[in-house]
């Protein structure tokens, strides 16, 4: 079956630093990924849509010179938290969706980001 | 804008209770609704997924439906263990844009 692996499963930072998150598709290929945030007791939030090859799209209130997504692979995209506070520490999740459609997205285990 | 709602926000139950989870959302022209799972810092398991066109989905002791016209969809859950236990949350993904607008989940607890 599809398998979105996400890449650091847990990670702490030092407040100023930046983290990369990285979303690979491991047995398809994927045109599109989405990034989601999660904060304690609430649903997902998107966060941007990221297409290969091309700027990624972000949702009104996300701050794009924040949070840096790249889109390298049709395997591969990757979130960076740029100068990292507090109020950051939150649980990023990306899924994948297949080239060849149907629309069903494959997510990743998620990746938990404490900011101290 | 699709605004997804998810009632009651907790659920206890004892095992072998039948389970029924309730999802709501605003905008009915939806492409298809998932069901999804998740575990204590974990990422997401999708369950089912109905199509705009479907009225339900069954998958072991999972039985998913969907009403477009009234907003809802409800997830039944057969005879409940203990391994249930996790939040379940639902999505719909709506026509217009293929956006996917997230419940803010279910936390289920079964007793043994």
């Known amino acids: 079956g599809a398998v979105v692996s996400q890449h650091p499963s847990w990670v702490i930072c030092k407040s100023g630093t930046s983290v990369k998150i990285e979303c690979r598709s491991l047995d398809f290929q994927a045109t599109t990924m989405f990034w989601y945030r999660q904060f304690p007791k609430q649903s997902l939030m998107l966060m941007a849509t990221?297409?290969?090859?091309?700027?990624?799209?972000?949702e009104q209130g996300v701050e794009k010179d924040k949070f840096l997504i790249n889109h390298a692979s049709l395997t591969l995209s990757t979130l960076t938290v740029t100068s990292a506070h507090p109020e950051d520490s939150s649980f990023y999740i990306c899924?994948?969706?297949?080239?060849?459609?149907?629309?069903?997205?494959?997510f990743g285990a998620g990746s938990r980001l404490t900011v101290l | 804008k699709q605004e997804v709602t998810q009632i009651p926000a907790a659920l206890s139950v004892p095992e072998g209770e039948n389970l029924v989870l309730n999802c709501s959302f605003t905008d009915s022209a939806i492409y298809n609704l998932q069901w999804f799972r998740q575990d204590p810092g974990k990422g997401l398991t999708s369950l089912l997924l109905?199509?705009?066109?479907?009225r339900e989905q069954t998958s072991g002791r999972l039985n998913a439906s969907l009403d477009k016209s009234s907003g809802r969809s409800t997830l039944y859950i057969a005879a409940s263990q203990p391994g249930d236990s996790a939040t379940y949350l639902c999505a719909a993904v709506t026509s217009n844009d293929y956006k996917l607008s997230f419940g803010a989940g279910t936390t289920v607890t079964v007793r043994a």
């Open positions: 990221s297409n290969e090859g091309s700027k990624a799209t972000y």
């Open positions: 899924s994948a969706e297949r080239v060849s459609g149907a629309n069903v997205l494959t």
């Open positions: 109905i199509q705009s066109s479907q």
